[in-house]
């Protein structure tokens, strides 16, 4: 099974700040990863699938690079209602995994 | 517009089966490429895909699970139904069903993702 990791497991930043979040698989996925948004108490939102494509009606400040194993989510300039825990999500094979998440919170 | 709404008991006893509906409108399951899986979070944790059936009635289960679970579709109905075995405290969470689509095809392949999800519904398993 291929395992997923994020990192960091949370950042603190500020309104305006550019935000990197990492997400790993233990064996190539090619392009086959999702990003989703979580806000608490909300079902996650998807943001990017296919490593690199965006949603319809995401803010183009979110954005999603990577191929293989190595991904990244970046948010360009953070706006507060990103604060939110983020996940990835691998569908290159079955099972299906999430990472951890990471959340965003206010510094 | 596409939604789905999950329901079935909030609380249910150690050692009893699950029985959880989805019932969604706006699609159909019987469209090539569309599925709908079930995904669950205990509280406070990560999110966990648990399983996903296809228009073709492909079924896919995680495998740590996969004794426990069975998921079938009523096309007739609009709905996906989940049921889990033997259910432990420790599958305390909310559970969500998600719909799964092809959202963009290159040259070679087919890139598919959960992009509506329905609200979620807690479960607690408890005597």
């Known amino acids: 099974d291929i395992q997923m990791t994020q990192s960091p497991s949370s950042v603190s930043a500020s309104v305006g700040d550019r935000v990197t979040i990492t997400c790993r698989a233990s064996q190539g996925i090619s392009s086959w990863l999702a990003w989703y948004q979580q806000k608490p108490g909300k079902a996650p939102k998807l943001l990017i699938y296919?490593?690199?494509s965006l949603q319809s009606g995401v803010p183009s400040r979110f954005s999603g690079s990577g191929s293989g194993t190595d991904f990244t989510l970046t948010i360009s300039s953070l706006q507060p209602e990103d604060f939110a825990t983020y996940y990835c999500q691998q569908a290159n094979s079955f099972p299906f995994a999430f990472g951890p998440g990471t959340k965003v919170d206010i510094k | 517009q596409i939604t789905l709404k999950e329901s079935g008991p909030t609380l249910v006893k150690p050692t009893q089966t699950l029985t959880l509906t989805c019932t969604f409108s706006g699609f159909s399951l019987s469209t090539s490429g569309v599925g709908v899986g079930w995904i669950r979070q205990p509280p406070g944790k990560a999110l966990e895909w648990l399983a996903l059936?296809?228009?073709?009635?492909?079924?896919r289960y995680s495998p740590s699970l996969k004794s426990r679970l069975t998921i079938t579709k009523d096309t007739s109905k609009n709905q996906v139904v989940l049921t889990m075995t033997n259910m432990d405290p420790v599958d305390t969470a909310t559970y969500y069903c998600?719909?799964?689509?092809?959202?963009?095809?290159?040259?070679?392949?087919?890139?598919?993702?959960?992009?509506?999800w329905g609200q979620g519904t807690m479960v607690t398993v408890s005597s």
């Open positions: 296919a490593a690199s």
């Open positions: 998600a719909h799964r689509r092809r959202l963009y095809c290159s040259s070679t392949s087919c890139y598919s993702a959960f992009d509506i």
């Open positions: 059936i296809y228009w073709d009635d492909d079924k």
